[in-house]
């Protein structure tokens, strides 16, 4: 399959094999059950139905992936299936409709899955408790179609109801309203629970965790939701922000339109920081410090409630306008939060990784432009990298600065969350709203320097020709810098050191870790100097531990391969997971040694990784070169 191809205005979904210019779906309810011994789920997806006006077409067709249909029937008459191969992240579901169906009408697909990629089942031993098992979901980008047959496409959104059975003692939270808070007996010692999605959503944000979760209110329209053994450490850590957040969020860009905002602390192995599942946003326990030091990245899940969630890329290609919007969002509400320095020092840090990753992938790749053009075929999940979130924030940034400053482009803001509400677009749509209300901005001189062209904005691979003032962080970096300066000349702390070092801001303490891992390898004497003295094994602060193991592994530091391999075993958050592999593949053949290490490390841990992390971490190990 070619990994690229040509695209102007995208027509339909190339990751998807569902023919929406015949049929939409409208709402879909869902009838589960949850065996946590033969890791299954059996059910069935009762889809309602609308033809597209003007279509006579007499053959639907649906995404799934590693599903077992039993039989499909509409309007209660039974219809000829079969399961066509697609793609290797899904396959097709043809069903012949019976004749005479009207323009709106129910499909029921009775099915068995839980092997795929979207249902992650853990062992008693892989959840903080380990008592009980538990289930959790991920629908990003195209995983849902092996949870539920549908349009598995986020141009096509929905409503959704669903009935979950489970064990006996074992809780069910989903992205959607608790119709059933502490469910309700079922037959066979089981227990329901219901649940109602009255918002339209993309099927990616069709999420649901299911073990010994529990929970307990922090705000007006939050609840923090856990295993017991985590409840006190999370309610401590996130309690106190999520209503500022939310709040903020609405000041800036109008009505938040999900009702409720609660937070699931997921276990260790969860492989994201966070995903955005409306009503429910899912959180790696990474960020539990003790502190509060990590919790922007909750403001991020937030600010996907109405760049994401609410308006929506229509189809991959354009992940820029979910993620770009939403670090701009993001680093709004925590400047009214938490202010000006702390958010632009964040951001230097965000300019760092996609300098990093343009240096990976090269600054002519396709997968450093804004607009990605994706190829049928190809799995959205591999083109994942930070282009979408800072050099599209660098993009919102730049048409703020067109149109004359923070107030202006925040109203336009809000007209864009109001008017593209519950839809999905592409990038041509947010540009022709913006450009409408703002009639200068066509003509504006910004756009006629080179490299600054919308179009060039859009397809223009590498690192963008314009980048947002983050003057407001040297009052932070300044110092940083020039303790990072001394120490590499002197590789000594001083008391006074070590104490200015704990008494920094988080981002402050990240920004020192990457300007050391930049001018690296460090010496022996360097790393043993700041492990004594700033304590940096003993962290609890992951983004540290993350530095630091960069740190270790760059240098080949033996006594620190210890903490890197703690720390591996602890979390398996791909952010932190991958990054630790591919510094200890560097310049393999001078570091064989260090890359058996790990390659052990890696052995020890597979299983407790979910299968997206686990992979790329044995490609990683194992690449040739």
Known sequence: VEFFETMSAPAGDPASVANTSSFLVDSSHFDWNLDFV??????????????VPGTECSTMYLDVHEMQIKGVEAESHA?????????????????ELPAGIGSSFNVKIDYVCGGGPAMVWLEPAMTKGGKHPYLFTQGQACLNRSMFPCQDSPGVKSTFSASVTVPEGLTVVMSAQHDTPTGEAAEGG????????????????????????????????????????????????????IEQYVAAGERLFGKYEWDRYDVLVMPPCFPFGGMENPRLTFVTPCLITGDGSLTDVVAHEIAHSWFGNLVTN?????????????????????????????????????????????????????????????????????????????????????LQSIVGGEAPFQEWLRSYCSTFKFKSIVSTDMFDHFCAHFPHAKEAQEWKQDGLSWD????????????PDLSAAESLSRPVDDLVDTFLETPSFTAENAAMFAGWTPYQRF???????????????????????????????????????????????????????????????????????????????????????????????????????????NQILNADG
């Open 38 to 51: 033969k890791r299954e789920l059996a059910g069935s997806a009762t889809l309602r139905i609308n033809r």
């Open 79 to 95: 219809c000829t299936f079969n399961v066509e191969s697609a793609f290797s992240f899904g396959s097709k579901l043809v069903i």
């Open 190 to 241: 089981l227990r329901r629970f219901r649940f109602t999605m009255p918002q339209r959503i993309p099927s990616y944000l069709v999420a649901m965790a299911a073990g010994n979760i529990v929970g307990q209110e922090v705000g007006p329209r939050s609840t923090v939701y856990t295993e017991p053994e985590l409840l006190d450490a999370s309610v401590a850590e996130f309690g106190g922000v």
């Open 314 to 398: 229509a189809n991959w290609s354009h992940f820029w306008l979910n993620e770009g919007f939403t670090m701009y969002a993001q680093r709004e509400i925590t400047t009214a939060v938490h202010g000006k320095e702390f958010t632009e020092l964040e951001a230097v840090t965000g300019r760092k990784l996609l300098r990093e990753c343009v240096n990976d992938f090269g600054a002519d790749s396709p997968l450093t432009r804004l607009d990605v053009p994706i190829a049928e075929g190809v799995d959205p999940e591999d083109t994942y990298n930070e282009t979408p979130y800072e050099k599209g924030y660098a993009c919102v940034k730049f």
């Open 456 to 467: 060039d904005w859009l397809n223009n691979p590498g690192m963008p020709k314009w980048l």
């Open 511 to 617: 920004h020192m870790l990457d300007r050391l891992h930049a001018a690296g390898p460090l010496s022996f004497q360097h790393c043993s100097e700041m492990d004594s003295k700033l304590g940096l094994s003993q962290s609890s602060n992951s983004e540290i531990l993350l530095r630091w193991g960069q740190i270790i592994l760059q240098a080949s530091y033996e006594p620190g391969f210890s903490c890197v391999r703690k720390f591996l075993l602890q979390q398996g958050k791909q952010k932190y997971t991958l990054p630790l592999y591919r510094e200890a593949v560097k310049d393999r053949e001078n570091n064989q040694k260090r890359i058996q290490y790990m390659q052990q490390v890696y052995e020890d841990s597979k299983n407790a990784l979910h299968p997206l992390v686990s992979n790329y971490s």
